[in-house]
């Protein structure tokens, strides 16, 4: 049988995304003051320890394992307490290896993406108050004047921030980052903070290399209600509004709106965007109850027939992966790269089926005349999961990872992706190889749920 393929357009781009405190090891000036705080937070108090030792050196076969995958770009964070572990003050040897991984990936034909901001942050700023002070904002300008100066030559796509409302959420209103607070109007200044250091940033990078692209990691969740009834709908649309709408709204019209606070303009927010990184994993269906504050008074009742997920993390859910572009597209009409998406699963059971699924997705987009530029999967490897740490159920690797030994074994669903990425597509072979079940779905024209007009 002749065989079908979504095929991407030419130069599309395919990779991994990582970050610094996920891999490098000893990173012990940011964000192991909180796992040495042994609050319990984080899962069985662990630590990242050396990580999967890219600071040791593993970067190199690392970097070799994304080539044997066929990847043309990764994303990786420049870690700030290393370079910087002092105000103004540099560490010339972090420097030099940093530049040494950069050029490494050169090397290998695979293009980076540069994340400056990847939750983590030194102590020392931590020390000056974080993000909810405003002269971190300086703080920033100097973090990205450094990082320029450095390393601009050779860096050609920028992600200023990953996740900042995640970031904000965590540190400022749930309390499962440094520095713990619970308090929604810290997490309302911290989000200002984060769009006005964006600005910034994009004006210092754009100055220096009018031709570098900047945007920033923006994760969207689908937030929707199980019973359209008026108590489920007031928290869903909370969600909404602060956790996907306002930073996105902001960045469109320059004009800063949350429930419950004065309005903030940001003019010089408007045009600091050449491209949005979409990061997208799950759906929550919500209910209403009056017990859940850490999670927008929602209680998540995953569809039946979704696969199992492990606790918190809402349902597994690629199929909205063309809604969640398509809306995005239409707020920002910016070029998208879908700057993360994956599945925890440690038996490697669901990955095959998710990268399927979601890669048949951004195909859809791509074939709306949506600009989506390329893909990194979350992650190459299984590493540090923030406060799961080394949690089993949280496992995202497209290579397994021997904690131990630090070996690394390649996973079915990191062949398939591989032969996605060297296909530049995915075919009718692929999928009765790797996902036999979806056969039928994505070569026999089955319309998929995601078809469904929703907005998220
Ligand atoms: C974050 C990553 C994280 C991943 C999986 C994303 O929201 O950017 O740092 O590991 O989700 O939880």
């Known amino acids: 049988m002749a065989d079908a393929l979504y095929r991407f357009p030419e130069g599309f781009l395919w990779g991994t995304a990582t970050a610094a405190h996920h891999v490098e090891g000893n990173c012990n000036n940011s964000w192991s ?36 995958l066929g990847h043309n770009t990764h994303r990786l964070s420049i870690e700030w307490s290393r370079v910087e572990p002092q105000p103004g003050v540099i560490d010339e040897a972090a420097v030099r290896q940093y ?34 002070v405003p002269s971190v904002v300086d703080r920033f300008q100097r973090w990205t004047e450094i990082v320029v100066e450095h390393f601009g030559d050779i860096i050609d796509l920028w992600c200023t921030f990953n996740e900042p409302m995640v970031y904000a959420v965590q540190a400022y209103l749930v309390g499962f980052f440094y520095p713990g607070k619970r308090n929604p109007w810290k997490m309302y200044q911290a989000a200002e903070m984060l769009l006005r250091a964006h600005a910034v940033a994009y004006q210092v990078i754009k100055e220096k290399y009018p031709q570098a692209e900047v945007g920033l990691a923006k994760h969207i969740v689908i937030f929707d209600t199980i019973w359209p009834h008026f108590i489920n709908r007031g928290p869903v649309w909370l969600a909404r509004r602060i956790f996907n709408q306002a930073f996105l709204d902001a960045l469109a019209t320059g004009e800063l709106r949350l429930p419950l606070r004065k309005r903030v303009m940001l ?3 408007t045009n600091t965007l050449d491209y949005i990184g979409l ?25 039946p027939e979704s696969p199992p997920s492990p606790p918190m993390w809402g349902e597994i859910y690629p199929q909205g992966t063309f809604e969640v572009i398509k809306n995005m ?43 989506v530029k390329g893909i990194y999967y979350w992650t190459l490897m299984d590493n540090f999961e923030w406060i799961a740490a080394y949690n089993p159920q949280f496992r995202f690797g497209l290579y397994a990872t021997d904690f131990e030994t630090q070996a690394r074994t390649i996973r079915r669903s990191g062949e398939l992706y591989r032969a996605i990425s060297l296909a530049n597509g995915l075919s009718s072979e692929m999928v009765r190889e790797y996902v036999p079940e979806l056969t039928e779905r994505l070569f026999q024209g089955e319309p998929g749920q995601s078809e469904v007009n929703r907005s998220s």
């Open 33 to 68: 003051h909180w796992e040495n705080l042994e609050n319990g937070i984080i899962y069985q108090n662990q630590k990242h320890g050396i990580a999967v030792d890219w600071w040791g050196g593993r970067w190199r076969e690392d970097f070799d394992r994304m080539h044997y």
């Open 267 to 269: 003019p010089d927010i």
């Open 329 to 371: 597209w239409q707020k920002l009409r910016k070029p998208i790269y879908i700057t993360e998406t994956g599945t925890p699963d440690f038996g490697d059971d669901v990955r095959r089926w998710y990268i399927a699924m979601a890669v048949r997705e951004i195909w859809r987009a791509v074939n709306f005349n949506i600009p």
């Open 99 to 132: 530049r040494e991984m950069l050029e490494g990936l050169h090397e290998r034909g695979i293009r980076p993406m540069v994340t400056l901001h990847h939750f983590t942050n030194p102590m020392w700023l931590e020390d000056e108050g974080g993000w909810v």
């Open 279 to 303: 990061n997208y994993y799950q759906r929550y269906r919500g209910g209403f109850s009056p017990t859940a504050p850490k999670t927008f008074f929602l209680t998540q009742t995953p569809d």
